[in-house]
């Protein structure tokens, strides 16, 4: 399949050649923070489908891995967390793309006073087998890069960003995902696969990858539409329907019961008693709402009491809870 790679290579070398404003047309606003100015350019090629910059992610001077640098946006905006010589390495395998963010950089040097490209340690790299030493990332990302690569290779490169980071480290991923089953016909046309659209895996999938690879929790942080594959347009019979998902997983030690994977459930106990415990680590305050991974989620419902509720999925969790 190594032709799908050349492809996919060939089509970001045309981007960073003729910035395609409409490439990836992410849903996501741009983060708007206090002193940071985004060239133009960088703007039009913001190839991702969301964002991975999370400021509770980037505390303490993080080391940040970004994977496949676009125009460099994002590398922007996480030296804007960590403003050190090399604090972020970029990796991309597209040389094109890697000049065309050099580039941006000397503009994003004029509009920030705080901003030193020295701050990005752009690298030319493979995600399938990135140039960083073992356990040396706190913060690793990729946007839209992921779900262009086939079972095999998806698994590979989540290995490598599960091995560059440091226990407790986190993995933020954006990608599209699919709930209807994508025709053999799109899934092997490779142009729509370097488009990011028909190599999305639907998200329970895409989550039992992470966790497969040894990610001990994962968090939805957002789940949103993203594009529409018609019979008019498309080599299909339905219509197929793509959203995009924001997830952060995190390098911790694996439960013995399984993954912890946050869904935007909670639960409330609204029974007599001042709280509610499991006994076992879970304690539910009455009429307080707490966070809970859908493995929590599922245990207390087998517990099939009338006084706990449990919400359905919001598709976005921001922290606390139960875990």
Not at 172 to 186: F, I, K, R
Not at 211 to 225: C, H, L, N, S
Request: glycine fraction near 8%; charged fraction near 25%; hydrophobic fraction near 35%.
């Amino acid at each position: 399949m190594e032709t799908y790679l050349e492809t996919t290579r060939n089509v970001y070398k045309e981007a960073a050649e003729n910035p395609q404003k409409g490439l990836c047309c992410t849903t996501t606003p741009v983060w708007q923070l206090p002193g940071l100015k985004i060239p133009k350019k960088m703007l039009d090629m913001n190839y991702g489908c969301g964002s991975t910059v999370n400021p509770r992610d980037l505390v303490n001077d993080p080391s940040i891995l970004y994977v496949g640098v676009g125009g460099g946006m994002e590398l922007l905006q996480f030296a804007y967390f960590s403003r050190r010589k090399g604090g972020v390495v970029g990796i991309d395998v597209v040389d094109e793309m890697l000049q065309a963010s050099r580039e941006n950089f000397v503009e994003a040097e004029k509009q920030n006073s705080w901003f030193k490209s020295e701050f990005v340690d752009l690298r030319k790299g493979d995600a399938l087998n990135l140039p960083v030493p073992d356990n040396s990332i706190d913060v690793a990302a990729q946007n839209c890069l992921f779900n262009i690569f086939t079972h095999e290779d998806l698994k590979l490169a989540l290995s490598e960003m599960y091995r560059v980071l440091k226990p407790y480290g986190r993995l933020v991923l954006s990608d599209p995902t699919c709930e209807t089953q994508m025709p053999e016909s799109l899934k092997k046309d490779e142009r729509l696969r370097a488009l990011c659209l028909s190599g999305a895996l639907p998200l329970k999938e895409y989550i039992k990858m992470i966790t497969d690879v040894g990610f001990g929790t994962v968090e939805i942080r957002a789940k949103r539409p993203y594009r529409l594959l018609d019979p008019a347009h498309y080599n299909t019979e339905e219509l197929i329907y793509i959203e995009s998902v924001e997830v952060c997983a995190i390098k911790d030690p694996m439960p013995k019961d399984g993954p912890c994977v946050f869904t935007g459930k909670t639960a409330i106990y609204y029974g007599n008693e001042e709280y509610f415990d499991d006994k076992k680590g879970h304690t539910l305050l009455q009429n307080q709402p707490l966070a809970v991974c859908d493995k929590t989620a599922g245990a207390l419902k087998n517990l099939d009491r009338a006084d706990i509720f449990i919400s359905e999925s919001t598709w976005f969790y921001d922290g606390g809870g139960c875990c």
